[in-house]
């Protein structure tokens, strides 16, 4: 059989691992020393430094094709890598891992963000937020996620107590939403684009809380414009695989937020909700298969996360609820904030 590589160790890879072997496929990971839960899942894993270059040899030998679940693997890893073994294409990495790159590059191809000014010293920050004005919010344009690496500027007076925290930033003006949503495609190596339904996303604390089926009124009408934007960068990228863009729907239409070159959060839902899931449709689209169909196969559809300490207790909802789809991604640590499972609802009852 085949094996397919996967650089990182995160619950992304474990749920892509799961459906890798659902196909028949070994997965084989590679990621520094930590709480690797896509380890358990894999017949094979180096917990292994990125800069490690004999042991990332090692890793491409064992594998026939080599993708990713985690957009921050440095460039000079996956560079170790033979490029006919990667899919995507690694040029996806590099747009998505700079936020001023990755708006620059959305914003070519006729995508909208948010007002943005690349932010490089104290002073650019005072231009950038006398230019955009506030509210805002300064984001570092590198290693960012689940709302990490933010700071909200409330005023324009109020800036004074965010500091500039020295490694470059994007300062972008903050967007009056009604609601958010994403595009999740896949794309094969022949050229063929799926979408699935966008949920409507709701965030706390910046970061994804619940993606529901179906989305609201508001989001229905923006979605064939924001798939428009997603299958220009799909097709400007030769992209294959699971490709994710998160927008806000605002009055004027979808406001591109970021990109996201891999399977996303606000995505699982499409373990039970989807004919096929955005994990195994990666896998099919990476190990050059025929991609699954797409289709919603509820009425309704509802993943919420499981984050921190509430993992402890999350057992509970199977005894409450028998149609409960319960994963726990099998993290040591609660600690703070860290995603740690999620629970998918799906149901067809009259609304
Ligand atoms: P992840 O990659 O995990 O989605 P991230 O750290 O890259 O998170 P963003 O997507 O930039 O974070 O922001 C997280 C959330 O914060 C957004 O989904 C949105 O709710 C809010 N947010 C971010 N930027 C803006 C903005 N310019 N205007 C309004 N809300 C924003
Ligand atoms: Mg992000
Ligand atoms: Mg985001």
């Given at each position: 059989g085949s094996t397919i590589g996967v650089l990182g160790g995160g619950q992304l890879g474990r749920m892509l691992a799961m459906a890798a072997a659902q196909l028949g496929y070994r997965v084989t990971g590679y990621a520094?020393?930590?709480?690797?839960?896509?380890a358990d899942v894999c017949h094979d894993f180096f917990e292994k430094g990125w800069g490690d270059k004999v042991a990332l040899a090692a890793f491409a030998s064992k594998c026939d094709v080599v993708t990713w679940e985690?957009?921050?693997?440095p460039l000079s890893a996956v560079e170790?890598?033979?490029?006919?073994?990667?899919?995507?294409?690694?040029r996806a990495l590099g747009i998505a891992q700079d936020r001023l790159k990755e708006k620059r590059f959305v914003e070519e191809l006729g995508g909208r963000p948010a007002p943005y000014a690349s932010v490089g010293s104290d002073q650019e920050f005072a231009a950038a937020v006398e230019r955009i004005g506030a509210p805002g919010i300064l984001k570092t344009?590198?290693?960012?996620?689940?709302?990490?690496g933010q700071w909200r500027v409330a005023s324009v007076r109020d800036?004074?107590?965010?500091?500039?925290?020295g490694n470059a930033c994007v300062y972008e003006g903050f967007v009056t939403f009604e609601a958010e949503f994403s595009v999740i495609l896949v794309r094969s190596h022949d050229g063929e684009v799926l979408f699935w339904d966008s949920s409507e996303n709701v965030h706390e604390d910046g970061m994804l809380a619940t993606s529901t089926l179906p989305a609201s009124e508001t989001i229905a009408a923006q979605v064939d414009a924001a798939r428009g934007i997603a299958r220009k960068v799909a097709e400007a990228l030769q992209y294959v695989g699971v490709l994710t863009l998160e927008f806000f729907a605002t009055k004027d239409g979808p406001v591109f937020n970021e990109m996201a070159p891999r399977v996303h959060n606000?995505?699982?839902?499409?373990?039970?909700?989807?004919?096929?899931s955005q994990f195994e449709n990666h896998i099919r689209a990476v190990c050059g298969l025929p991609l699954g169909s797409t289709e919603t196969r509820f009425a309704q559809v509802e993943m919420r996360n499981i984050v921190g300490e509430d993992a402890l207790t999350a057992h509970t909802i199977l005894a409450e609820d028998g149609e409960a789809h319960l994963h726990l991604y099998g993290k040591k640590e609660a600690r703070?904030?860290?995603?740690m499972g999620h629970v998918t609802r799906v149901s067809n009852a009259a609304a």
């Amino acid at each position: 059989g085949s094996t397919i590589g996967v650089l990182g160790g995160g619950q992304l890879g474990r749920m892509l691992a799961m459906a890798a072997a659902q196909l028949g496929y070994r997965v084989t990971g590679y990621a520094p020393p930590g709480d690797n839960v896509m380890a358990d899942v894999c017949h094979d894993f180096f917990e292994k430094g990125w800069g490690d270059k004999v042991a990332l040899a090692a890793f491409a030998s064992k594998c026939d094709v080599v993708t990713w679940e985690f957009e921050n693997v440095p460039l000079s890893a996956v560079e170790m890598i033979p490029p006919h073994m990667l899919a995507p294409h690694p040029r996806a990495l590099g747009i998505a891992q700079d936020r001023l790159k990755e708006k620059r590059f959305v914003e070519e191809l006729g995508g909208r963000p948010a007002p943005y000014a690349s932010v490089g010293s104290d002073q650019e920050f005072a231009a950038a937020v006398e230019r955009i004005g506030a509210p805002g919010i300064l984001k570092t344009a590198r290693d960012g996620y689940d709302g990490k690496g933010q700071w909200r500027v409330a005023s324009v007076r109020d800036a004074d107590s965010v500091r500039f925290p020295g490694n470059a930033c994007v300062y972008e003006g903050f967007v009056t939403f009604e609601a958010e949503f994403s595009v999740i495609l896949v794309r094969s190596h022949d050229g063929e684009v799926l979408f699935w339904d966008s949920s409507e996303n709701v965030h706390e604390d910046g970061m994804l809380a619940t993606s529901t089926l179906p989305a609201s009124e508001t989001i229905a009408a923006q979605v064939d414009a924001a798939r428009g934007i997603a299958r220009k960068v799909a097709e400007a990228l030769q992209y294959v695989g699971v490709l994710t863009l998160e927008f806000f729907a605002t009055k004027d239409g979808p406001v591109f937020n970021e990109m996201a070159p891999r399977v996303h959060n606000s995505g699982h839902w499409t373990i039970e909700g989807a004919a096929t899931s955005q994990f195994e449709n990666h896998i099919r689209a990476v190990c050059g298969l025929p991609l699954g169909s797409t289709e919603t196969r509820f009425a309704q559809v509802e993943m919420r996360n499981i984050v921190g300490e509430d993992a402890l207790t999350a057992h509970t909802i199977l005894a409450e609820d028998g149609e409960a789809h319960l994963h726990l991604y099998g993290k040591k640590e609660a600690r703070g904030g860290r995603k740690m499972g999620h629970v998918t609802r799906v149901s067809n009852a009259a609304a």
